[in-house]
């Protein structure tokens, strides 16, 4: 079975810059969650959907963020316009709602601003 | 609220050493228990779970048993190997925390050959 898919896998733009990361999660899971890792903040939860929809994205951290699920198959991750502290490693993982609700994680994104 | 401490790393053991990694937990239900690793430049994979009181979790010669009295899901293997080496999170899952996963802040192990 195909695991969580993310892309691209790299990324480098210039500050000021739009980037879109993209997300496809595990065929029939209901939820899915943007994270963000560095070495400063560790892992961070920023925006979590149910059944595509956005429950709890109170991590966004600010305007410049956002994220879509426009169906059950796919979630964008927005930032526009991109500053070097954005820099981070971006990972989606999604789950089904029930059991002991592991969630499972892509590879990642590596977002790096200049 | 809900939250996981984690031993501190970085960790570095020799080849065939063992290994505990200790992670200690506080919820306000009844929590599932995870323990995920993360190797260079991957994402995090799940490495075992427990859900429920003295349940053992195990996979790839590790295992963590969830200890509701002393509120702890401790990592172990009885000899690790260099392919071991990678950041380990505790992590856990609660009805209060409506089922998002809490991490820990992980811990960076080294194995030497």
């Known amino acids: 079975d195909a695991g969580v898919i993310q892309s691209p896998r790299h990324e480098v733009t210039e500050m000021g810059q739009e980037v879109t990361l993209r997300c496809k999660p595990i065929s029939g899971h209901n939820s899915l969650f943007w994270y963000r890792q560095t070495m400063m903040r560790g892992l961070e939860l920023l925006i979590y959907?149910?059944?595509?929809?956005?429950?709890?994205d109170s991590g966004m951290p600010e305007d410049r963020f956002s994220a879509k699920m426009p169906n059950a198959s796919f979630s964008t991750l927005k930032i526009q316009p991109s500053e070097p502290r954005d820099s981070a490693v971006y990972f989606c993982?999604?789950?089904?709602?029930?059991?002991?609700?592991?969630?499972?994680f892509g590879p990642g994104t590596r977002l790096t601003v200049t | 609220g809900d939250s996981v401490t984690q031993m501190e790393g970085p960790v570095t053991l020799s080849e065939e050493a063992f290994l505990t990694i200790n992670c200690t937990y506080t919820?306000?239900?009844?929590?599932?228990l995870f323990w995920y690793v993360q190797y260079p430049g991957e994402g995090l994979q799940l490495l075992l779970k427990a859900t429920k009181a003295d349940d053992k979790g195990s996979n790839k010669g590790f295992e963590a048993t969830y200890r509701k009295e002393t509120t702890s899901f401790h990592l172990e293997k009885g000899s690790v190997q260099v392919s071991d080496s990678a950041v380990y999170f505790c992590?856990?899952?609660?009805?209060?925390?409506?089922?998002?996963?809490?991490f820990g802040s992980g811990t960076q192990l080294t194995v030497l050959p």
């Open positions: 992590a856990l899952s609660d009805e209060g925390s409506a089922r998002q996963l809490t």
């Open positions: 919820a306000t239900g009844y929590p599932s």
């Open positions: 993982a999604s789950r089904t709602n029930g059991g002991s609700y592991e969630q499972y």
């Open positions: 959907f149910n059944n595509n929809v956005p429950i709890d």
